[in-house]
């Protein structure tokens, strides 16, 4: 807020109420400055105040009445601020206890719930503008599952908790993807979209927590290159609500031919692994490259996943459009026409982390069936849950599509450059 439209609303009452941010006592006044870290604050004037009088502290919340108008410093330096002269003495209607951010003084105090403030606020005009831009192109926003069946849409693990009303288990959704589709199969609609949390039993990290906010959007009859177009557009706005001068608008494309060649390593050969089935020939040459042995005792896709985390993602700093992935590493994907090893999906990339991931979902039911018994074979961690729920959004008939998701807190925590914990607005780990 401008301190202009602070002015024109503090003209409009004769009661203000707030955060204590300052308390300045002079001879002839007492001052209180009432509102937010880093934005104007409203002045707060009591005169003839006995010095015994207990005022409010730092953090206080308070109420004031009196009457409006400008100090004789104000009116002399032409500031126009305008106080509220108080009748008496601001009642305190919440008394600040406990420090917001212990053991900071004042000004550290009031920096950090204005960077919280200021975060908040990044969050909401992000949101608000991705909507706008979804609802704008046509797209319906959905609110899906959190609870649900059987944990599906990714490779992840998951929250698992017994349902009480019926004794059955019941998973946290790692995913929004099969509940989108299937809402497209029982609407006939063509385009949706959902903002939403996800959980993920993975632990934490600079850049991973258990729950995050995530967007998904699902395309019919959308191409790979109007994919890549859209999630550009999407994440300009992200990168815009951040303040940061990172661009996404026309982003460079790499295949994971080009990069795994790049660090010296044979894509064919690691190919060649699959086609024949060979996970022991996959695991072998993933120990020569220098994978360590947890990784290499996954499944093959999870092995091929380890092997891009280690040698291709650090690689990248600047936002890059990643192509050629395996179908064997998204079996929800459809096959790429022009080489049915691949899927046709993408990724971007930026300062070696995944912000985004798309695809060409595989609709055929029995071409999906296939894949998801294939993958059936790989690590629990690295498998993905067969969801009969998905054949059967299938099986009534679903056009093809694309879908986007994108890890709304992992790429702001990229773009500001701050821990995914500082990005959440309550996580997790926060000891209040």
Not at 73 to 82: A, E, F, H, P, T
Not at 102 to 119: F, K, L, M, N, V
Not at 287 to 316: C, F, Q, W
Request: aromatic content about 6%; proline content about 5%.
């Amino acid at each position: 807020m401008s301190p202009n439209e602070r002015l024109d609303e503090v003209q409009r009452l004769d009661e203000v109420h707030g955060q204590v941010q300052a308390v300045r006592v002079s001879k002839r006044a007492t001052f209180l400055d009432v509102g937010l870290p880093g934005e104007a604050p409203t002045q707060i004037v009591m005169t003839d105040v006995p010095l015994e009088t207990a005022l409010p502290h730092l953090g206080d919340i308070v109420r004031a009445q009196g009457e409006l108008g400008e100090t004789d410093l104000s009116r002399r330096r032409g500031l126009g601020q305008i106080s509220l002269f108080a009748h008496q003495v601001p009642e305190i209607v919440a008394e600040s206890q406990r420090p917001r951010w212990p053991g900071a003084d004042t000004s550290e105090r009031h920096h950090s719930q204005s960077e919280y403030i200021r975060i908040l606020r990044l969050r909401h005009d992000m949101q608000s503008s991705l909507r706008e831009l979804l609802n704008n192109k046509g797209y319906l926003h959905v609110d899906t599952s959190i609870l649900q069946e059987r944990p599906s849409g990714a490779a992840a693990r998951t929250f698992s908790a017994m349902t009480n009303f019926d004794g059955r288990e019941r998973h946290l959704r790692i995913a929004p993807e099969v509940d989108l589709k299937l809402v497209m199969a029982l609407s006939g609609i063509e385009r949706v979209y959902e903002i939403g949390r996800n959980f993920r039993n993975e632990g934490t990290g600079p850049s991973h927590h258990p729950e995050f906010t995530n967007l998904e959007t699902y395309t019919a009859y959308q191409d790979g290159d109007e994919a890549i177009a859209l999630t550009e557009s999407m994440l300009s706005k992200v990168s815009e609500a951040t303040g940061s001068d990172v661009s996404f608008d026309g982003l460079p494309q790499k295949s994971l031919d080009e990069l795994f060649a790049e660090q010296n390593i044979d894509f064919a050969k690691l190919l060649s692994f699959f086609e024949n089935d060979d996970t022991e020939g996959l695991r072998a040459y993933a120990t020569l490259l220098g994978l360590d042995d947890d990784a290499a005792s996954k499944g093959k896709s999870g092995i091929m996943d380890s092997l891009v985390k280690k040698y291709v993602r650090p690689e990248i700093t600047s936002p890059t459009v990643v192509t050629g992935y395996l179908v064997d590493q998204m079996p929800l994907a459809a096959t790429l026409r022009t080489d049915p090893r691949l899927a046709d999906a993408f990724q971007v990339i930026i300062n070696g982390a995944e912000v985004a991931k798309a695809y060409q979902e595989e609709v055929d039911p029995a071409a999906l069936k296939h894949k998801l018994a294939r993958q059936s074979g790989e690590s629990a961690d690295d498998a993905f849950a067969n969801d009969e729920r998905l054949i059967k959004a299938c099986e009534m008939g679903l056009p093809p599509m694309y879908g986007i998701g994108i890890g709304l807190d992992r790429t702001t925590s990229i773009l500001t450059g701050k821990p995914i914990k500082d990005i959440i607005p309550v996580p997790l780990t926060q000891d209040l």
